[in-house]
């Protein structure tokens, strides 16, 4: 069969752009265009078999990205599987705030923590764009740290992994600042579509306390914490009201919301 007949068939029973990722993925081309400039091109038994395998997996709703095990976050692919969760382009605005964060305060050699590294997309990214940065990667799951591993050797990023709950093991008494996307999805929250997080690490998605309990434990360590000056979260927008209360009461100041971002002083 060649390129056109299997796109032909495979866009039957996934999105066009889906199909089209799943062949890139197995000829290793990175361009759409060279589907159809080769469109003629007999795929080998080989090639048919794995994508034929990798379109049931789709059509199964499994995410692309598990199935090819790759996903871009600011330009650079990671490599993600199951032990991980699939970084989000929301995640990217953090990347964006941090460098503000430096720019502004000119603090030329950070000491930055992300806590909930998971593939190690935040930690990664930052030591790639600010290479004067000693950035440390915290999970409490070995086999996210082991992701990270992968995909900081893979991308020559010099990281620190750190295998910890929240900040409870810091090699560091003066981080300049913590980043973290931690896992802020309630069981019960109903406007959810919750068949798209089916094939995620549960340790990865859920927190109780409408999905608060793990961020309100950082807040109550970074505030404790005088070294630590700058504290940036993710979480649903629908949170972030009773975040920033939350971080009032201790002490933290709200400088900047940014989408699914929060930026707080302390
Ligand atoms: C929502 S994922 C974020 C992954 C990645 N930072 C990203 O933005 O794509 C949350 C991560 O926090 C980790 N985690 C959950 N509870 C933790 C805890 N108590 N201490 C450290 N890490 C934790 C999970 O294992 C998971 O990898």
């Keep these: ?9 495979a866009k039957t029973k996934v999105p066009n752009l889906d199909a089209e ?4 993925n197995i000829l290793r081309e990175k361009d759409r265009t060279y589907l159809i400039s080769h469109d003629t091109r007999d ?8 994508a034929n395998y990798f379109l049931n997996e789709r059509a199964k709703n499994k995410p692309l990205a598990y199935i090819i ?4 976050f600011y330009g650079r692919n990671f490599y993600v599987d199951e032990n991980v969760l ?3 382009p929301e995640t990217e605005d953090i990347i964006d705030v941090v ?3 430096l ?3 000119k603090i030329d050699y950070p000491i930055i923590y992300d806590v909930g590294t998971g593939s190690g997309c935040i930690a990664i990214t930052l030591k790639l764009e600010l290479p004067n940065a000693k950035v ?8 996210a740290l082991e992701v990270a591993k992968k995909n900081s050797d893979t991308l020559h990023s010099e990281i620190i992994l750190n295998k910890s709950d929240l900040l409870n093991n810091t090699p560091d008494n003066n981080i300049d600042i913590v980043v973290a996307n931690l896992p802020y999805v309630d069981k019960t929250w109903d406007w959810l579509d919750f068949e798209s997080l089916h094939y995620e690490p549960l340790s990865a998605l859920y927190s109780s306390n409408d999905g608060l309990a793990l961020i309100y434990e950082l807040i109550n360590q970074v505030s404790a914490r005088p070294d630590i000056k700058h504290l940036i979260l993710e979480s649903d927008p629908s949170q972030h009201q009773k975040i920033i209360d939350y971080c009032h009461k201790k002490g933290l100041e709200l400088v900047e919301t940014r989408n699914f971002i929060l930026y707080f002083v302390d």
Excluded: C, F, G, Y
């Design 103 to 105: 720019a502004q305060n």
């Design 86 to 88: 699939i970084p989000r």
């Design 136 to 143: 440390v990667a915290i999970d409490n799951s070995e086999k």
């Design 43 to 50: 795929l080998t038994e080989v090639e048919e078999e794995k």
């Design 69 to 72: 095990n790759s996903k871009e």
């Design 21 to 24: 990722l799943i062949l890139l």
């Design 99 to 101: 460098k503000n964060i």
């Design 1 to 9: 069969m060649n390129i056109a007949n299997w796109l032909e068939k």
